[in-house]
T-cell receptor, first 114, second 113 residues
């Protein structure tokens, strides 16, 4: 079974631009979460989508948004990029369920903002 | 406010010996705890988890211990192997349908041959 895939793997943008990152979950997984990893803050939760609805949201500004499609694929968008948005963006997928299920991570998208 | 803390940024052990990685948390709502391993340029890989109703969970060379009263968990790796060298993250969730994971900042484990 294929793992979580993320595209693109690397991206370079300039301040003020916007960017869209894509995530394809493991087949059958319907929950998709996004995380930002930076050297100073570590791994921080951005948001989680299930059945095309945002269920949980972290403490990030409104410039960070996401969506999920009917096939469970997800995209996240960052508008008006700032230098501090340079980070590794990780997507994780999980089976749905009433109790917690382990999340499986993709390789990440490395975003550099110049 | 760091709700999950890994106070040791790094740990070095000899091959064959035990590695013990520690994690403390402050949020009493956390109900489920996980350990992930991460190599450079890769996403975190799930290792082992434990529910708050248990105090120990084993999977091969990996054992996680949970002390709820102390709000402390630890990961034991026995015996340690050079391939275990990686950054280890402790993570916690409030469980149920809350899929938000709160991560510690990680511990770099180096296993020397």
């Amino acid at each position: 079974k294929a793992g979580v895939t993320q595209t693109p793997r690397y991206l370079i943008k300039t301040r003020g631009q916007q960017v869209t990152l894509s995530c394809s979950p493991i087949s059958g997984h319907r929950s998709v979460s996004w995380y930002q990893q930076t050297p100073g803050q570590g791994l921080q939760f951005l948001f989680e989508y299930f059945s095309e609805t945002q269920r949980n949201k972290g403490n990030f500004p409104g410039r960070f948004s996401g969506r999920q499609f009917s096939n469970s694929r997800s995209e996240m968008n960052v508008s008006t990029l700032e230098l501090g948005d340079s980070a590794l963006y990780l997507c994780a997928s999980s089976l749905p369920g009433d109790s917690y299920n382990e999340q499986f991570f993709g390789p990440g998208t490395r975003l550099t903002v110049l | 406010d760091q709700q999950v803390k890994q106070n040791s940024p790094s740990l070095s052990v000899q091959e064959g010996r035990i590695s013990i990685l520690n994690c403390d948390y402050t949020n009493s709502m956390f109900d489920y705890f996980l350990w992930y391993k991460k190599y450079p340029a890769e996403g975190p890989t799930f290792l082992i988890s434990i529910s708050s109703i248990k105090d120990k969970n084993e999977d091969g060379r990996f054992t996680v211990f949970l002390n709820k009263s102390a709000k402390h968990l630890s990961l034991h790796i026995v015996p340690s192997q050079p391939g275990d060298s990686a950054v280890y993250f402790c993570a916690a969730s409030e469980g149920g349908s809350n899929y938000k994971l709160t991560f510690g900042k990680g511990t770099l484990l180096t296993v020397n041959p």
